[in-house]
């Protein structure tokens, strides 16, 4: 393995000294710089991997060498090295290329994970682009995936949030696009991850019982108020709050929660006395709040507040270069969460996923897999995305179980189709049905042997004893075990 280079750019002996010192304890090749002259010269001698650079040294900007570093060598990762981390310098380092940086003062143990974590990401984006290759099957199945120039950008954007410890962040994009996930990724990163974290849909509460959820209420402050209660912020104190569908919060709401912005003060309902928070305010909309402030429907001082530091997350058509990757990392999940073994995805049927828009993004992508991971018997996923109307097998024509609406069961003739795909009808279906449709099917190609059924379906006989009652199937005969298909 080639040991790799870092030259660590700074003003400061002390700092020069002590990161040099600890890059050589790690293993790494290791020159320093003390000025801007003498970083260009050490980057044509010694030909670095890394660059720690400083912004501020005194012959040279850091963000004029970085850019003119990576515009000689785009493959060089340079993290910044910045005593301000809200200044508009970090934010236009990201701009030309920074990898990420590094806050003064700094503790050691940081710099060394935020350098392996930057090599090690290089090391995963030039790894060859195989089935399974950098997908942890053991990872929650809410981390985010890409490596698009735009989620790379969302990364960036993440740290620098949570780092900085903003105090108000927006987070702008359609649904499906992972709003939620970016709001918890802040909050995991920062220095309040310890600290509460609580959601509220704003658009799921009712108008009357929104401000009760928020600031919490006074004993006898209603009816039913038997007892005092806190509200969303006085339990968040030192954590987060995140306001997902902030578009959706009444207009008589929104001038209280921008005194809690402006003046981080609330009173319960039925309270006297005003109560102190501090907490971070993560808000996250689908909808235009621009134009909702033009039409009236959103205040336009909240908005401005809530507009300081703001996200927008790409939609999926926008990075279809994510498509492989994001197959890829739920394949490996859903093969453990339902105890199948795929292997691979087979070629038309990814073509089928990159060519498709995705209204739904993501959470529309990761559905579509987990059904068609349900639907398949082979280790060689065929997806079908919503937009395509082929037919759900191949094989020659065939009968299809069809469930009738009394519950029996009765066949249907498929003509051949090219590949074995699965299809969501035009009109959609729920998970009641999709799971009924599967029972069918096992039962159809067993002969109605509930225990051969239940076995290729990954569930108990009783399990399935239960679906059928349950579904009110019938019309499937008796099996080599005398097992009525019905219950």
């Known amino acids: 393995m080639v040991q790799k280079r870092v030259l660590v750019v700074d003003d400061e002996k002390l700092i020069r000294w002590s990161l040099s010192r600890m890059l050589e304890k790690n293993g790494y090749l290791v020159e320093v710089a003390g000025s801007g002259a003498e970083a260009r010269e050490q980057v044509e001698a010694f030909n670095p991997h890394m660059i720690l650079l400083d912004i501020w040294l005194p012959d040279a900007v850091g963000i004029d060498l970085l850019n003119e570093f990576k515009q000689k060598n785009d493959d060089l990762i340079i993290l910044m090295i910045t005593a301000n981390a809200q200044s508009d310098y970090v934010v236009q380092a990201f701009k030309y290329g920074a990898e990420d940086y590094i806050g003064k003062p700094f503790k050691l143990d940081m710099v060394e994970?935020?350098?392996?974590?930057?090599?090690?990401?290089?090391?995963?984006?030039?790894?060859?682009?195989?089935?399974g290759q950098g997908v942890d099957a053991n990872?929650?199945?809410?981390?985010?995936?890409?490596?698009?120039?735009?989620?790379?950008?969302?990364?960036?954007n993440i740290r620098l949030c949570a780092e900085s410890d903003c105090k108000t962040v927006l987070i702008l994009g359609e649904s499906g696009t992972g709003k939620e996930l970016v709001a918890q990724a802040?909050?995991?990163?920062?220095?309040?991850?310890?600290?509460?974290?609580?959601?509220?849909?704003?658009?799921?509460i009712p108008e009357?019982?929104?401000?009760?959820?928020?600031?919490?209420?006074?004993?006898?402050?209603?009816?039913?108020?038997?007892s005092e209660e806190k509200g969303i912020f006085e339990n968040a104190n030192?954590?987060?709050?995140?306001?997902?569908?902030?578009?959706?919060?009444?207009?008589?709401?929104?001038?209280?929660?921008?005194?809690?912005?402006?003046?981080?003060?609330?009173?319960?309902?039925?309270?006297?006395?005003?109560?102190?928070?501090?907490?971070?305010?993560?808000?996250?909309?689908?909808?235009?709040?621009?134009?909702?402030v033009e039409d009236g429907e959103f205040r336009g001082d909240l908005?401005?507040?809530?507009?300081?530091?703001?996200?927008r997350l790409p939609a999926l058509r926008e990075r279809k270069e994510d498509i492989p990757n994001l197959v890829q990392y739920f394949v490996a999940v859903l093969n453990k969460e339902y105890g199948r073994q795929i292997?691979?995805?087979?070629?038309?049927?990814?073509?089928?996923?990159?060519?498709?828009?995705?209204?739904?993004?993501?959470?529309?992508?990761?559905?579509?897999?987990?059904?068609?991971?349900?639907l398949e018997n082979g280790k060689v996923l065929n997806p079908r995305c919503p937009g395509c109307e082929n037919s759900r097998h191949v094989g020659g024509d065939r009968q299809i179980p069809s469930v009738q609406p009394d519950?029996?069961?009765?066949?249907?003739?498929?003509?051949p189709v090219e590949d074995d795909y699965s299809r969501l009808p035009a009109g959609g279906m729920s998970m009641d049905e999709m799971e009924k449709e599967l029972i069918v099917q096992a039962l159809v190609q067993f002969n109605g042997n509930q225990t051969e059924a239940a076995k290729h379906l990954g569930i108990s006989r009783d399990t399935i004893r239960y679906r059928i009652k349950k579904f009110k199937l019938s019309g499937f005969g008796k099996d080599r075990k005398n097992n009525k298909a019905s219950a």
């Not at 009357?208 to 039913?224: M, P, S, V």
Request: net charge negative; aromatic share 6%; charged share 25%.
């Open 113 to 131: 994970h935020t350098i392996a974590k930057a090599f090690e990401k290089k090391s995963l984006a030039q790894a060859p682009d195989d089935f």
């Open 139 to 156: 990872v929650e199945l809410n981390q985010m995936v890409g490596n698009s120039p735009k989620m790379i950008e969302v990364f960036k």
């Open 186 to 204: 802040i909050n995991q990163h920062s220095a309040r991850s310890e600290q509460p974290f609580i959601e509220l849909n704003c658009a799921a």
């Open 208 to 226: 009357n019982l929104l401000e009760n959820e928020l600031f919490g209420h006074q004993k006898g402050a209603y009816t039913d108020a038997s």
């Open 238 to 292: 030192k954590g987060t709050v995140f306001l997902d569908e902030i578009g959706d919060l009444p207009l008589s709401m929104q001038g209280k929660l921008l005194k809690v912005i402006e003046t981080k003060r609330f009173r319960r309902l039925g309270g006297k006395d005003e109560l102190e928070t501090d907490v971070r305010i993560i808000a996250a909309t689908n909808r235009n709040l621009a134009q909702m």
């Open 303 to 311: 908005f401005f507040r809530l507009n300081v530091m703001v996200m």
């Open 343 to 374: 292997e691979s995805v087979a070629a038309k049927g990814m073509d089928c996923l990159i060519d498709y828009d995705w209204p739904g993004n993501v959470r529309e992508l990761r559905n579509t897999i987990e059904r068609a991971i349900m």
């Open 407 to 415: 519950g029996a069961v009765s066949t249907i003739s498929s003509a």
